[in-house]
């Protein structure tokens, strides 16, 4: 009863004293929105890395080759290097072989249902006349291409015979259709076409038409400058480059029932203690979807740690804020305090009533902190590419710590007030 | 004459201030005042004779030095903080020379206020705060808040105000010594219409003798001590 009184009370000073409320709330309002939008951030993040995880494959262990921690030189200060001049450069011998990779496929054929192979050529230039289109020259095998998860509009896909036999076959975007082709994807089929590529001509027939998906490949230039895939079977791509089969890293797509972490590890010791034993520079060393969440989520706790830190030196200073206006408000209103004692107010009701007070004006702060942050979070996360998902968590928390801050900062003044002398209050000029 | 009802029982009271030190100053000397229900009493003298000292103890905002005294059957002098704090919602009514309205509430809200302390419901509280401000004649301006009222106005909410938990006592401060001779001879009215027709016991402070005439009973302080006791022409009135 008392209390709802003195929340209409404490809204109606806020409303009298609109300047000095928004300036003593500012501290609180900072505080909280840059909790909160860190947290929206964080909180689109893992929610849209989650939801691409599901799509992409939880069950995708990416085998890559990297340089060994122990090849990288220690200075004398105990501090170690391992960038710039320092880094070795990958030799034939350091690569990942179809070999060891057939070894790996016959040890754990449960395991492993395929493995993606691709091999990035470079980004080439098909030219008609003054129509030019650009292609990002990819050969890859077919588990890579089923992982793709292409839309074929025309034509067909690469059979057995063009990957075992390296057939020079290539499969083109729709993009490359409308710039060369007038955005016919039939006219393509069964041309020859010439890429340009390194001051070197390739001749290859076009098999197929993929639908280019411009929301997952992000880029910058214009429709008609983006460089598509053109794709090749892996061998094609190879061949091409007058080179062996060798990857820095592969894609290994496990079965649903493998245990990812355990699979891991067990991959890592095996490659490393057959392969790469007596490798100086080089070892294996294996990611999938589910570690790489692991450090970014990390990271940025990191930061939201960082933030938080900033934040709370914010919201204390708030708090000291909030405390001085409250001691002012106080003194100010010494004489109203006088009569409500004269009046029969027992100390207790004063102290309630400031406390609201105090409460009152952080809990407005934090709310306006909560939307602030919210916008902001959602705008960062929008301009990263995820979706903003605010947390209800992050939200609830930040509400209730704004009230402590006002409870614990407004005890002071509400205790002072409620321990004054009505005689001298009520005197008070 | 019947037995009367004794409101206020003081007797032989003392308040001294900085006790134990060189300074100590001793403002009231033993004084002793009794007031009967339906009583209205003024109490006269300069300003120094101990006037705000002695309203205080009687308003149970202080306690005496020394002496006995208890209000309505109330023994003061034993009770508590939050007793004392009761004791004033319930059986004191404040009017003070300079209203004293709480600003940004409307006037209607202060006149709750006492009743709000005395955990009446909101219900109760409107309906008896619109009674007493019909009382005063105030009904048409209930909503508007201090500020926008005259003084007249002001002090006839803080007498509803002061009615609200119908106390034993009005203590009034020099509750006409803001206003103009016009509006304070209303507010006069006022305290002698609630004396004659609620027969409110009346304690009225002042340093105007011509004031204090038309109370029943005027007690002359001077120099913490009653030099004098007569009848007023408010006792020939009734």
Redesign the interface.
């Given at each position: 009863m008392l209390l709802f009184e003195n929340i209409i009370l404490a809204l109606n000073g806020l409303r009298a004293n609109k300047m000095r409320s928004l300036l003593t709330m500012l501290g609180i309002i900072i505080g909280i929105a840059s909790v909160i939008a860190i947290n929206t951030v964080g909180n689109s993040m893992t929610t849209s890395i989650e939801d691409s995880m599901s799509s992409m494959g939880a069950t995708n262990v990416t085998l890559g080759v990297s340089q060994k921690s122990s090849s990288t030189e220690t200075s004398s200060s105990g501090m170690t290097f391992n960038f710039g001049p320092h880094r070795t450069e990958m030799t034939d011998d350091d690569y990942l072989t179809d070999s060891m990779l057939d070894d790996l496929e016959e040890k754990w054929p449960d395991d492993i249902e395929g493995i993606e192979k691709t091999e990035s050529v470079g980004t080439g230039i098909v030219e008609d006349g003054d129509a030019y289109a650009n292609v990002s020259i990819t050969g890859v095998n077919d588990t890579a291409f089923t992982n793709e998860d292409l839309t074929i509009l025309s034509g067909r896909i690469f059979t057995d015979r063009d990957y075992e036999e390296g057939k020079k076959v290539a499969l083109v975007s729709d993009y490359f259709c409308n710039n060369l082709y007038n955005g016919d994807t039939s006219d393509v089929i069964g041309q020859q076409i010439t890429v340009t590529y390194n001051n070197k001509f390739y001749h290859y027939t076009v098999v197929g038409v993929y639908e280019y998906d411009a929301d997952s490949n992000y880029s910058s230039s214009s429709e008609y400058e983006v460089a598509t895939s053109l794709y090749l079977p892996l061998q094609t791509a190879f061949d091409s480059e007058h080179e062996d089969p060798q990857y820095s890293s592969v894609t290994l797509v496990t079965s649903t029932s493998t245990d990812v972490d355990n699979f891991m590890d067990e991959i890592e010791d095996y490659v490393n203690g057959r392969y790469y034993r007596n490798n100086d520079n080089f070892e294996v060393s294996c990611s999938s979807m589910s570690t790489m969440l692991e450090s970014m989520t990390s990271m940025l706790s990191t930061i939201s740690i960082a933030i938080s830190i900033i934040a709370g030196i914010s919201l204390l200073v708030g708090g000291i804020g909030v405390m001085n206006i409250m001691l002012v408000s106080i003194q100010e209103r010494t004489r109203e305090i006088g009569t409500r004692k004269a009046l029969g107010a027992r100390n207790a009701s004063i102290r309630t009533q400031f406390i609201v007070e105090s409460m009152v004006l952080c809990l407005v702060g934090g709310l306006i902190g909560v939307i602030l942050g919210i916008v902001i979070g959602a705008v960062a996360a929008h301009q990263m590419g995820y979706d903003a998902s605010p947390s209800t968590g992050g939200i609830i928390f930040a509400i209730t710590f704004s009230m402590a801050i006002g409870i614990f900062f407004g005890y002071y003044p509400a205790n002072k007030a409620a321990k004054m002398n009505p005689i001298d209050a009520l005197r008070y000029e | 004459m019947a037995e009367k009802e004794i409101i206020i029982d003081a007797r032989d009271i003392y308040k001294r201030f900085y006790i134990g030190q060189p300074n100590e100053l001793e403002i009231l000397h033993g004084i002793s005042l009794k007031v009967y229900k339906g009583e209205f009493v003024a109490i006269v003298g300069a300003s120094g004779s101990g006037k705000s000292t002695l309203m205080?103890i009687i308003?149970v905002?202080?306690k005496p030095t020394e002496g006995v005294y208890s209000l309505d059957g109330v023994d003061i002098m034993a009770a508590r903080?939050?007793e004392l704090?009761?004791?004033?919602?319930?059986k004191i009514g404040?009017v003070?020379q300079t209203y004293?309205?709480?600003?940004?509430?409307s006037a209607l809200k202060n006149v709750e206020?006492?009743m709000?302390?005395?955990?009446i419901?909101?219900k109760t509280r409107e309906e008896r705060a619109k009674e007493l401000m019909a009382m005063v004649g105030m009904e048409g301006r209930m909503h508007h808040t201090p500020d926008e009222l005259s003084g007249g106005q002001k002090q006839r909410v803080a007498i509803a105000?002061a009615m609200a938990?119908d106390p034993a006592i009005l203590l009034c401060d020099e509750p006409t010594g803001a206003l103009d001779t016009k509006t304070g001879r209303m507010v006069m009215d006022i305290f002698h219409k609630l004396n004659e027709e609620q027969g409110k016991t009346i304690v009225f402070i002042t340093h105007s003798p011509e004031l204090a005439e038309e109370c029943q009973r005027v007690l002359t302080l001077s120099d913490g001590q009653f030099i004098g006791e007569r009848e007023g022409a408010g006792c020939a009135a009734v």
């Open positions: - | 205080n308003g905002l202080d903080d939050a704090s009761d004791i004033r919602n319930q404040f003070f004293n309205l709480i600003s940004r509430t206020l006492p709000l302390y005395a955990g419901d909101k105000r938990n």
